[in-house]
């Protein structure tokens, strides 16, 4: 099945405390992003990938680190997580064909205290 | 960068009746405009989108429409049935912007049984 997976689904962590949460896709697509989604914010992009390693800042990429070693995976690194940082992320991808849906994973929820 | 802006942000509806959400952009480039919704708990799926070069497109009860001179793009449900109840976020990517959507506030439509 043709699919974006993301690891932890849940996530209570506390402040300072290095944290990454993993994204999967098995599609073979090239374009893979992140996003953070606050209520009445929309979906904000904090990072994307092209392709292997390739990667480059999104709107709000303050705070976050990625990296695209393999095409399948794009993992999302909070160094030193603050409260601000709580929210509900969202991994996505598409392929780079010239087809520009986006597929995105279940959605991580992230508490930092 | 690209600006989107999404209205209204609730939208009540009668079962049966039509919805309108309409949305702006700033950035005369944009050349893809896809509509997301997103069920509570759920992650973001496209459920219909437009390229510049087209004027309307329809998929059975949806419905979108673009207008390129006055940068504004609008969604249409007609027959709306209670499993139209969701999150409904519009987006656009500018040209040459590698894929990089910017997203609406999100517009949550109730449909009243």
């Known amino acids: 099945e043709a699919q974006v997976t993301q690891n932890p689904r849940y996530l209570i962590t506390v402040t300072g405390k290095k944290l990454t949460v993993t994204c999967s896709q098995n599609?073979?697509?090239?374009?893979m992003s992140w996003y953070r989604q606050d209520p009445g914010l929309g979906l904000r992009q904090i990072y994307y990938?092209?392709?292997?390693?390739?990667?480059d800042k999104g709107d709000v990429p303050e705070g976050y680190k990625v990296s695209r070693k393999e095409k399948r995976n794009f993992p999302l690194i909070l160094e030193s997580p603050s409260p601000n940082q709580t929210s509900l992320y969202f991994c996505?991808?598409?392929?780079?064909?010239?087809?520009?849906?986006?597929?995105f994973g279940p959605g991580t929820r992230l508490t930092v205290t | 960068g690209e600006n989107v802006e999404q209205h209204p942000s609730t939208l009540s509806v009668q079962e049966g009746d039509s919805a309108v959400i309409k949305c702006t952009y700033s950035?005369?480039?944009?050349?893809?405009f896809p509509w997301y919704k997103q069920e509570l708990g759920k992650r973001p799926q496209l459920i219909i989108d437009?390229?510049?070069?087209?004027g309307e497109k329809k998929d059975q009860r949806i419905a979108v429409t673009l207008n390129k001179t006055a940068k504004h793009f609008s969604l249409h449900i007609t027959e709306t049935q209670p499993e139209d109840s969701a999150v409904y976020f519009c987006?656009?990517?500018?040209?040459?912007?590698?894929?990089?959507?910017?997203f609406g506030s999100g517009t949550q439509l109730t449909v009243l049984p």
């Open positions: 996505a991808s598409s392929s780079g064909q010239g087809a520009y849906e986006q597929y």
């Open positions: 599609m073979n697509h090239e374009y």
């Open positions: 990938s092209m392709n292997v390693e390739v990667t």
């Open positions: 950035d005369s480039a944009s050349n893809y």
């Open positions: 437009i390229r510049s070069n087209v």
């Open positions: 987006a656009a990517i500018p040209s040459g912007s590698a894929r990089q959507l910017t």
